[in-house]
């Protein structure tokens, strides 16, 4: 997604560089700068000290510093400032907010996940400035639980063949579990999903990631499957909660 046009409301996750003397992706700062002057975004981070040195380095305004509200293990109780609630709130009426972590892709495997979850139950849009792993992305923006999850990769092309992998995967993991395929077989996975032990399970399909045709579903597999439409051929990522 190259536009800020894709990013004007609901939530936005922001990757940071790992190692906090890198810079920041372009469009992640160009996307930070428009939301820095616009005042009734929200700007969740995840330490306020951390965030700030952070910030300044990458040449955003100073003044915007004061708005950080701090979102982590530590900020879920009812006491908290800004909780998840007041969040929604500001989000279903026009707001939008961008969360970062001190470093990496939020709402991966840390608190930000329950914001994510809160957010697709609230039907308040979710996304991402550019980050280049699908997978990862993917369950940051499922929202589902995935503390512990098995990447099953590629199924096989062959229904029946499909059919008991994925019989035996539903045997062997009780963990969230991460599926992809090419992308003319998006519906043909859905489908055997729908038929299959996982037909009653969380799932969240997230179609062409990063790009302008981005599309993100949740939900059992029949009822994502119904929401497609006309989507034939795209590249997905396939998460099954646990």
């Known amino acids: 997604m190259s536009s800020l046009e894709n990013f004007k409301s609901g939530l936005i996750l922001i ?55 701090p979102f982590n293990e530590h900020t879920e109780g009812k006491n ?12 279903k009426s026009g707001a939008r907010a961008v969360l970062m972590s001190d470093g990496g892709l939020p709402a991966f495997c840390d608190p930000g996940m329950k914001l994510v979850d809160a957010c697709h139950s609230a039907g308040v849009r979710v996304t991402a400035s550019p ?15 995935h503390r512990s999850f098995f990447f099953a990769g590629f199924l096989p092309a062959s229904g029946e063949e499909r059919k008991r992998e994925l019989d035996q995967i539903h045997q062997r993991q009780k963990q969230t579990i ?27 399909l997230a179609v062409e990631l990063n790009s302008p045709r981005e599309s993100l579903h949740r939900g059992k597999p029949a009822e994502i499957l119904s929401s497609l439409g006309g989507v034939e051929k795209a590249e997905f990522v396939v998460v099954i909660g646990a």
């Open 80 to 91: 908290v400032a800004t909780p998840i609630p007041e969040i929604l709130n500001r989000l």
């Open 178 to 204: 991460v599926l992809m395929d090419t992308p003319y077989r998006l519906k043909a996975l859905l489908q055997s999903l729908a038929e299959s032990p996982f037909k009653n399970r969380k799932t969240f």
């Open 131 to 145: 980050f280049p792993h699908s997978v990862s992305l993917a369950l940051a923006l499922s929202g589902l639980d």
């Open 15 to 69: 990757p940071t560089p790992i190692e906090e003397s890198l810079p920041l992706e372009p469009v992640a700062l160009e996307l930070l700068k428009d939301v820095a002057a616009d005042p009734e975004s929200l700007i969740l981070v995840e330490e306020l000290k951390v965030a700030r040195i952070r910030w300044l380095r990458w040449g955003l305004p100073r003044e915007a510093i004061e708005r950080f509200i």
